[in-house]
């Protein structure tokens, strides 16, 4: 009796250990997985061809597969924000987003407000104007014309800090994206539209015949980075590192081609 007791005993004990290692088991494998990190990445959803929004509504462009494999390599989930570009620096500040990848240029006065990654591609501002327009040759020529550009952007930076350029003109129109501004300038409502290159020729590219671009830098040439708050100096170096790999490795390369034709990333 006794014998058959302590085997009883045994028996339920071993019961109760298998049950409680079953249930830990089950707690271990239904705890959540510790999320992957995220970075939110600002941009005006109209600027093609560096970010905009596809016949699907989806977000696409040169910076955002630039964005996507950086990120990846990171080991980061990416989200596109669309913000007013005009208040990248407030967005930016108040860590709304965690970057500016869109067609950013590096200037004097954006480098107080936040810290720029190594800059990865040239870019001008040029004239563009409706097709037929003979008068316009220059900045000079400006004068006494109707001209538009993107607000926020580096034209209306240029053009406000010359006083004298600004009142020259018969009307300085800002837009909220560089569409709007080629939608006046096709319809008459702007003489000329001074603007990045890049984005006026994209914008070209797909009416042919309407726009013609006047081949001269208007201002200095300047150059596109990627912006990052002033206190965050480690994320700006973790994504720098990745920039110099897909720069060494031909993966920045490979993408300028898919978007432009050809390698358009500074060496």
């Known amino acids: 009796m006794k014998l058959k007791k302590i085997l009883g005993i045994l028996s339920c004990a071993i019961l109760a250990a298998a049950l409680v290692a079953g249930c830990s088991n089950d707690k271990k494998a239904e705890a959540p997985k510790e999320s992957a990190k995220k970075i939110v990445v600002g941009l005006d959803d109209n600027f093609r061809p560096m970010g905009f929004r596809d016949e699907k509504n989806e977000i696409v462009g040169f910076d955002v597969d630039m964005a996507k494999e950086a990120a990846k390599r990171l080991g980061y989930n990416v989200e596109f924000k669309s913000i007013d570009w005009s208040s990248k620096e407030a967005e930016l500040k108040s860590g709304r987003v965690d970057v500016l990848w869109n067609g950013l240029d590096i200037t004097e006065k954006r480098k107080e407000n936040m810290l720029f990654s190594d800059p990865y591609m040239e870019n001008r501002q040029i004239i563009f104007v409706k097709k037929g327009t003979t008068d316009i040759m220059d ?14 952007g580096t034209t209306e930076e240029y053009v406000d800090a010359n006083e004298d350029l600004k009142k020259s003109f018969k009307e300085f129109k800002k837009y909220s994206d560089y569409v709007a501004a080629f939608m006046d ?8 539209i001074v603007g990045d290159e890049i984005v ?14 006047i081949d001269v830098a208007v201002g200095p040439i300047s150059n596109f980075g990627i912006g990052f708050a002033k206190n965050n100096q480690a994320l700006r170096d973790e994504v720098q590192k990745v ?10 390369a490979k993408i300028s081609k898919e978007w432009f034709g050809k390698d358009m990333i500074l060496k």
């Open 139 to 152: 900045e000079k020529t400006l004068a006494g014309k109707i001209v538009g550009t993107q607000s926020g």
């Open 243 to 252: 920039l110099n790999d897909m720069k060494a490795d031909g993966t920045s």
């Open 185 to 192: 300038l096709e319809n008459g409502r702007l003489d000329a």
């Open 200 to 213: 006026g020729r994209s914008y070209m590219s797909k009416n042919e015949g309407k726009i013609e671009a």
